[in-house]
T-cell receptor, first 113, second 111 residues
Framework: DSGVTQTPKHLITATGQRVTLRCSPRSGDLSVYWYQQSLDQGLQFLIQYYNGEERAKGNILERFSAQQFPDLHSELNLSSLELGDSALYFC????????????FGDGTRLSIL | GESVGLHLPTLSVQEGDNSIINCAYSNSASDYFIWYKQESGKGPQFIIDIRSNMDKRQGQRVTVLLNKTVKHLSLQIAATQPGDSAVYFCAENAYGQNFVFGPGTRLSVLP
């Protein structure tokens, strides 16, 4: 058990809709990272937060946004969903802001119909 | 569980044999590397890391080799077990940049 909790495990929705994915980092970890994993692709870095502040940005679409709350949990918001957004979305956490993403959750599987 | 990487390169090894998983990285400025294991339906799990000032690092049943000249990384698993069946990713990092993950290799352990 990595200590990182992601909810929901599965999400099925339609094109054009908006969803929110939730992540609770491992106790004591201040950094949260979000990754997208599509079939046949490796993990694509989306965004990192450290202690409530955006720390780094990757290939995150403008339709996507995230935030980290004072209790350090994070939410990833995906809007105007398209078929191509269907993927696994992983959250990872680490203690510091420059550490590697060490502890991964088990992901949220998003299916767009 | 979720099927990750349906068309990934696959390495099949006999139980008890040694496995070698290879990774070519792209950024010559990368100075820190990690191998992750991802089992079906699970998130990636940290296995072992190595910094660019080293050529080799050993863990429990695993060894990572780094060849900076040809930008190549390998993961060796000794006495491969059924529980080693998973997708393995390498990740590279250059100072001040984000980790970049490779596409992964599926390891299949045959009985």
């Amino acid at each position: 058990d990595s200590g990182v909790t992601q909810t929901p495990k599965h999400l099925i929705t339609a094109t054009g809709q908006r969803v929110t994915l939730r992540c609770s980092p491992r106790s004591g970890d201040l950094s949260v990272y979000w990754y997208q994993q599509s079939l046949d692709q490796g993990l694509q870095f989306l965004i990192q937060y450290y202690n409530g502040e955006e720390r780094a940005k990757g290939n995150i679409l403008e339709r996507f946004s995230a935030q980290q709350f004072p209790d350090l949990h994070s939410e990833l918001n995906l809007s105007s969903l398209e078929l191509g957004d269907s993927a696994l979305y992983f959250c990872a956490s680490s203690v510091g802001q420059t550490d590697q993403p060490q502890h991964f959750g088990d992901g949220t599987r998003l299916s767009i119909l | 569980g979720e099927s990750v990487g349906l068309h990934l390169p696959t390495l099949s090894v006999q139980e008890g044999d040694n496995s070698i998983i290879n990774c070519a990285y792209s950024n010559s400025a990368s100075d820190y590397f990690i191998w992750y294991k991802q089992e079906s339906g699970k998130g990636p799990q940290f296995i072992i890391d190595i910094r660019s000032n080293m050529d080799k690092r050993q863990g429990q049943r695993v060894t990572v080799l780094l060849n900076k000249t040809v930008k190549h990384l390998s993961l060796q698993i000794a006495a491969t077990q059924p529980g080693d069946s998973a997708v393995y990713f390498c990740a590279e990092n250059a100072y001040g940049q984000n980790f970049v993950f490779g596409p992964g290799t599926r390891l299949s352990v045959l009985p």
